[in-house]
């Protein structure tokens, strides 16, 4: 589990993050939602050490994240940032390699090459492999590095839950490679020491797959819970100042949302 305790982050007057609580559970979809601006990135730098709170804990199991060096937290816990952008000459597999870093001092051992390779089949670019990434379309980098950020946390570590924290994954995919992202994260949490955290921005999306979802809005927590306790029109009217329109589909036990 992954536990987030009362944080407060400030830059100058600015309060990014107000007083923050929740938790993460493993073997779930955790979805963070929210507006432009609310703070979400600013969480998940939180979350991943980046950004040291004023106030707060964050506890990565047992043990608090201050606790951990970044080597130790790099072997069970793997990031997918925002925005990567690398400018050279790669090959893709050299790129989905980077992922075992944390695992290998000089040279990668069989386990790493396993690693990667399944991870490249599982997320459908193994026969890009010898491919260079920079000639790759944005949707098909991106699904590059869901394989790099799986690769790092592939095998199950003695003892300790793995964690994967996805900032905007769904970005430059195309609405079949967000369902199949989708699936296929669902597929990875059949693991249930796998933690997985992400910030989408699609509420159907987010309705459909998640566990839970945290809806943050100007740095507070607004509601945290199942898709039906946090995406009432009362919440989406607060957060995006917008006045949804929500259809249940008993049969499918589905909720939609649609705007005007
Ligand atoms: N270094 C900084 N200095 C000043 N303000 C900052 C800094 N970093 C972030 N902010 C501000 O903090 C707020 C929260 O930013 P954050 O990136 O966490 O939002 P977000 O919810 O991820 O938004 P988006 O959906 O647009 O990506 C924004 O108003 C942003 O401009």
Not at 77 to 86: A, E
């Amino acid at each position: 589990m992954l536990s987030v305790q009362n944080i407060t982050y400030k830059i100058g007057n600015k309060v990014l993050l107000d007083d923050v609580t929740t938790t993460f559970e493993p073997g779930k979809l955790n979805l963070i939602i929210g507006p432009n601006g609310a703070g979400k990135s600013t969480l998940v730098k939180v979350l991943c050490k980046q950004l040291q709170p004023a106030q707060g804990a964050v506890t990565y199991g047992q043990k608090p994240l201050q606790d951990y060096t970044d080597l130790e937290l790099a072997k069970i816990r793997s990031v997918l940032s925002q925005n990567i952008d690398l400018a050279f000459p790669l090959k893709v597999w050299e790129v989905v390699m980077m992922g075992r870093y944390p695992h290998f001092s000089s040279k990668p051992d069989q386990k790493d090459n396993m690693a990667c390779e399944e991870a490249m089949r599982f997320f459908d670019v193994l026969d890009m492999a010898d491919r260079n990434y920079m000639t790759l379309s944005g949707g098909e980098k991106q699904r590059v590095h869901f394989a790099r950020v799986a690769s790092q946390i592939w095998y199950p570590v003695n003892d300790q839950y793995r964690y994967l924290i996805l900032d905007e994954p769904l970005t430059f995919l195309d609405v079949h490679y967000q369902f199949q992202f989708m699936h296929q994260i669902m597929e990875l949490l059949q693991h249930q020491d796998l933690v997985v955290v992400g910030v989408v921005h699609d509420l159907n999306l987010a309705a459909k797959f998640a566990d839970k979802i945290l809806l943050i809005n100007q740095g507070k927590v607004l509601a945290q819970g199942t898709s039906r306790e946090v995406l009432t029109t009362e919440n989406i009217k607060a957060a995006y100042r917008l006045n949804p329109f929500i259809v249940e589909h008993k049969e499918k036990e589905a909720m939609y949302l649609f705007f005007e």
